[in-house]
């Protein structure tokens, strides 16, 4: 991401818990992404691991009194700058109307769910299965069945009040958006 608060993410912090990693009982407690921080980090300059991923707190250079966050690099993001303050929630309308529904937007262009867990974070990106750990492996859920019993066993969503047309419209235009992918990807 570059550089910056940019009004992406509502990153989490709690405070009056010290302890002997954060003696003024301060931490980061979530990022706002899916393969982030899978526990809280005290939020003092470091550098940090958790499970297989290296992160790194420092102060932010562009945001007076914020913190800049590095990501391990093999995670979905490089990192990110967030403030030290308290903000309300409708600091952030305008940029989530223009993430949730401009045609430029990643988070409309491609269907993502992401989970972090002790040992790695799983990452399904259109049909694309990722699981990022002591290693990296991929699978194409070539078929519809694949795709939502990835989505129940990997990351919990069984999607029960999703009706069988609701499915198979979400699984076109899944296919259809891989397909075209394939097609940029791929020499002719």
Known sequence: MPAGATGNHLVLTVSGLPSDESPDGEWLVDLGMGDGIYEP??????????GPFRYRLSPSVVEPGGWRFDHDRRGGFLGMDFRGESTAMSAFAARHHELSTSPESGFVRVATVQRRDATGADLVRGLVLTRVGDGERQTTLERRDDYFAALADVFGMTLDDVGPAERDALWARLAAAHQQWLETVSPR
């Open 41 to 50: 980090l005290p939020l003092v300059a470091g550098d940090y691991q958790q």
